[in-house]
Each structure stands twice: as C-alpha cells, then as structure tokens.
Nanobody, 124 residues
Framework: VQLQASGGGLVQAGGSLRLSCAASGRTSSTYVTGWFRQAPGKEREFVSAISTSEIDYVDSVKGRFTISRDNAKNTVYMQMNSLKPEDTAVYYC????????????????????WGQGTLVTVSS
C-alpha cells in the first residue's frame, strides 16, 4: 500500500484547508486510516482516524476538523476549519491492515503504512 498525502499550505488563522490521503496498491487490505501531525520540536501526535463504522478525533480538533473517506477513489480527506496557529505541523496519513475500529488508531504502532508529510502552516 502506498499513501500520498497532499493539500497542505499556508493559511491565515481562521481559514480552512482540506488534506487528502490517496491510497494505491492493495487498498482492500486497509481498514483504518489515520492522520497524525508533528509540530516543530514536538512529538508526532494523533489527530483523527476513520474506519468503516467509526471516527475518532483528538480533543483539540473536535468541532473543527472532519475526516471522511471516498472508497471509490481510495482517498481519505480531512477538512480543517477554523485553523489556529497551533495547528501548524507536518501532517501524515497512515493506514492499518489489522485494526478494525478507529478508536484503536490513536497509537502510531497500530499503522503499517505511512505517507510522506504535507506541511500546514497557520499564520496569526
């Protein structure tokens, strides 16, 4: 499975961006897709995850970010609204071939495949 993350960029606080994670290869083997982010000088952290029946978010993005999937396009999206400077980070998508529920996707070890990061910069 190969993952391609895109959609990052520079936006002012309060603005919006939509990230995409396009999967190719044996996509039928993936069950949960997650988004993580890593801000400068900080550890990578969980942001959101989606399975066929569950969605989960870190508390800091609830109500602002929305994760969704288009199975026909093998793509997972994350709509990010009301962006804040503290959302500035490199965002990574990841896929798991063994998790069944999004609630189990909070830890990096749950994922088998990772995409390259896409940089999101939110200016104040």
């Amino acid at each position: 499975v190969q993952l391609q993350a895109s959609g990052g960029g520079l936006v002012q606080a309060g603005g919006s961006l939509r990230l995409s994670c396009a999967a190719s290869g044996r996509t039928s083997s993936t069950y949960v897709t997650g988004w993580f982010r890593q801000a400068p000088g900080k550890e990578r952290e969980f942001v959101s995850a989606i399975s066929t029946s569950e969605i989960d978010y870190v508390d800091s993005v609830k109500g602002r970010f929305t994760i969704s999937r288009d199975n026909a396009k093998n793509t997972v999206y994350m709509q990010m609204n009301s962006l804040k400077p503290e959302d500035t980070a490199v965002y990574y998508c990841a896929a798991s071939t063994w998790l069944r529920g999004a609630s189990g996707g909070l830890r990096e070890y749950a994922y088998d495949y990772w995409g390259q990061g896409t940089l999101v910069t939110v200016s104040s």
